[in-house]
């Protein structure tokens, strides 16, 4: 069970170039997001998914999109890459259940924008 | 969304007990209280939650007064290991339609020293 996992790690891009952020989860939840987290604040909400082939917009959506073909995986792309954009990316999925609600932090993607 | 206030920072030293308060005046009926911690450089882990009076798990305890505009996290006999940032979150976790778009704060950065 190796919960939410990101790909990649790291990535420098420059103003302009696009991307894609994998990310999956294995534990059947129903909810993901993205968030991204620059430095000395907390975390921003910038897409969420509901449920297979549902997505919905966050905070701050601008310049990103989304997509969730399958359960399991939630993709993040930048079309035009931006300084702007440099932040550290986080990927969650969710579960609730009647006494708990968790959310499962993936370990995050470090990207620069030149 | 309740919106959510806490200390900036705390100091604290090994094996002391530590308590973290979160104010969230405008708390509404079905909201949770949900508290995470992060490392640098990871994805924020889940604590421990919330609705009323006190919860208490291997890791820590919550205590939650009747009136509910306020939460303690307390953390007991700290070690080096502790030093994180903590963040307190307030949300209804049945809000299917807004995915409960918990909002993270800029938390308080607990720096636990020998």
């Known amino acids: 069970n190796a919960g939410v996992t990101q790909t990649p790690k790291f990535r420098v891009l420059k103003t302009g170039q696009s991307m894609t952020l994998l990310c999956a989860q294995d534990?059947?939840?129903?909810?993901m997001y993205w968030y991204r987290q620059d430095p000395g604040m907390g975390l921003r909400l910038i897409h969420y998914?509901?449920?297979?082939?549902?997505?919905a917009k966050g905070e701050v959506p601008d310049g990103y999109n989304v997509s969730r073909l399958k359960k399991q995986n939630f993709l993040l792309g930048l079309e035009s890459a931006a300084p702007s954009q440099t932040s550290v990316y986080f990927c969650?999925?969710?579960?609730?259940?009647?006494?708990?609600?968790?959310?499962?932090f993936g370990p995050g993607t470090r990207l620069t924008v030149l | 969304l309740a919106k959510t206030t806490q200390p900036i920072s705390m100091d604290s030293y090994e094996g002391q007990e530590v308590n973290i308060t979160c104010s969230h005046n405008?708390?509404?009926?079905?909201?949770?209280i949900t508290w995470y911690q992060q490392f640098p450089s990871q994805g924020p882990r889940f604590i421990i939650q919330?609705?009323?009076t006190k919860v208490t798990n291997e890791v820590a305890s919550l205590f939650i007064p009747a009136d509910r505009k306020s939460s303690t996290l307390s953390l007991p006999r700290v070690s080096l290991s502790d030093t994180a940032v903590y963040y307190c979150?307030?949300?209804?976790?049945?809000?299917?339609?807004?995915?409960?778009?918990?909002?993270f704060g800029t938390g308080t950065q607990l720096k636990v020293e020998l």
């Open positions: 969650a999925s969710r579960r609730w259940r009647e006494d708990t609600d968790t959310q499962y």
């Open positions: 919330g609705y009323k």
């Open positions: 998914s509901v449920g297979e082939g549902t997505t």
């Open positions: 979150l307030v949300g209804d976790p049945r809000i299917t339609g807004g995915g409960n778009k918990l909002t």
């Open positions: 534990m059947n939840h129903e909810y």
């Open positions: 405008n708390i509404a009926t079905n909201d949770y």
